[in-house]
């Protein structure tokens, strides 16, 4: 994570492992923050999850739905670029009533660690 952090930080993109590998551990921080099924979180090409409490999609396409790619997930989910910002700017898709997901952030350092 800290790789990726500090690239982003220069203003270069991270090397794709550096950035896969941030982006999943940011996803996985999410999935125990907030635990559900409600909301599908799509990072493509390196991971999408399920989150947030409330109606389980089982069928078709998810009413709740967040995407956007791996470079904005980092920036938004460590909170150097803000969640209004990037759906504003079009970097992050988000439909659906549960797919403010802005209260969770930031995702890094987990819990307060360093």
Known sequence: MKQALDALDRGVEPDR???????????????????????????????AIQCV????????????????????????ATERVSWADAQRDGRLRASGIRTDLSE???????DGAE
């Open 17 to 47: 492992p550096v950035l896969r590998d941030a982006v999943r551990a940011l996803l996985t921080e999410l999935s125990r923050r907030a635990p559900g099924r409600s909301v599908e979180v799509r990072i493509p090409p390196f991971g």
């Open 53 to 76: 409490v409330g109606p389980r999609h089982t069928r078709g396409t998810p009413p709740n739905v967040v995407e956007t790619d791996p470079v904005t997930w980092v920036l938004v």
């Open 104 to 110: 969770y952030l930031p995702l890094y350092p987990p």
